[in-house]
């Protein structure tokens, strides 16, 4: 995650001992960055920092500074694995953030590029996912085959809400207010639409009331 979060990018240089496991040097080699590895210190086996300076060029995007018992810099990595004092049964972690400006990112991030941290924040109505084929990444490393018939219009007309509680009143009616507009537009496409084989079939399979049941 933190290697997506600070964007890094082919040919970008990140500083790191060569004395860590090898987690550390893959988040970053996968995105295509060069790692400059720096000697540690006999008496902490952690890495010499007299000798980052001079290691730091116009292409160092990151120092990686590994070592045990807290955090430093703008983004801190834990380990939660089986084998810690502090573990989660597997392979879980967390990351700790020292800078606003990455926050939001972060977020989008550890939502799998969505930003769905934000709807759950507070009480609102949204739209469902967004087609994958019209979102940057999907424009960029893919492409739509075939007639879009049905992906983009069912998205844009189903209404995903969140679950809460303590809903207030104004909520309340706010959510039932779209939830109503949605199947009336439904209906209404619906029967202006040539009622061939095909379209029997999605009307078959996704009709209102089995979208409702999803949300």
Same mark, same amino acid.
């Given at each position: 995650?933190?290697?997506?979060?600070?964007?890094?990018?082919?040919?970008?240089?990140?500083?790191?001992?060569?004395? +860590?496991?090898?987690?550390?040097?893959?988040?970053?080699?996968?995105?295509?960055?060069?790692?400059?590895?720096?000697?540690?210190?006999?008496?902490?086996?952690?890495?010499?920092?007299?000798?980052?300076?001079?290691?730091?060029?116009?292409?160092?995007?990151?120092?990686?500074?590994?070592? /045990?018992?807290?955090?430093?810099?703008?983004?801190?990595?834990?380990?939660?694995?089986?084998?810690?004092?502090?573990?989660?049964?597997?392979?879980?972690?967390?990351?700790?953030?020292?800078?606003? *400006?990455?926050?939001?990112?972060?977020?989008?991030?550890?939502?799998?590029?969505?930003?769905?941290?934000?709807?759950?924040?507070?009480?609102?109505?949204?739209?469902? /996912?967004?087609?994958?084929?019209?979102?940057?990444?999907?424009?960029?490393?893919?492409?739509?085959?075939?007639?879009?018939?049905? +992906?983009? /219009?069912? *998205?844009?007309?189903?209404?995903?809400?969140?679950?809460?509680?303590?809903?207030?009143?104004?909520?309340?009616?706010?959510?039932? /207010?779209?939830?109503?507009?949605?199947?009336?537009?439904?209906?209404?496409?619906?029967?202006?639409?040539?009622?061939?084989?095909?379209?029997?079939?999605?009307?078959?399979?996704?009709?209102?009331?089995?979208?409702?049941?999803?949300?």
């Amino acid at each position: 995650m933190a290697a997506i979060i600070l964007n890094i990018q082919k040919e970008d240089e990140i500083i790191m001992p060569s004395y +860590t496991f090898v987690s550390t040097a893959n988040a970053f080699a996968l995105r295509g960055a060069k790692i400059i590895f720096i000697d540690i210190r006999p008496d902490t086996l952690n890495i010499n920092e007299n000798l980052i300076e001079s290691a730091i060029t116009k292409k160092t995007k990151a120092i990686v500074v590994i070592h /045990y018992g807290g955090s430093i810099g703008h983004i801190g990595c834990l380990s939660f694995h089986s084998t810690k004092n502090l573990t989660s049964g597997g392979e879980g972690g967390a990351i700790l953030i020292n800078d606003e *400006s990455l926050i939001e990112r972060a977020e989008i991030v550890r939502e799998k590029g969505t930003n769905r941290a934000s709807l759950i924040k507070g009480i609102n109505v949204t739209q469902h /996912y967004v087609p994958l084929h019209l979102s940057p990444a999907g424009i960029k490393f893919g492409k739509f085959f075939g007639v879009d018939t049905h +992906t983009s /219009y069912t *998205s844009e007309n189903l209404v995903r809400l969140p679950l809460f509680f303590n809903l207030n009143k104004e909520d309340q009616q706010n959510i039932i /207010y779209n939830v109503h507009k949605f199947v009336d537009t439904y209906h209404s496409v619906g029967r202006a639409l040539d009622c061939d084989s095909s379209r029997r079939g999605f009307e078959s399979h996704q009709s209102p009331k089995n979208i409702l049941r999803y949300i």
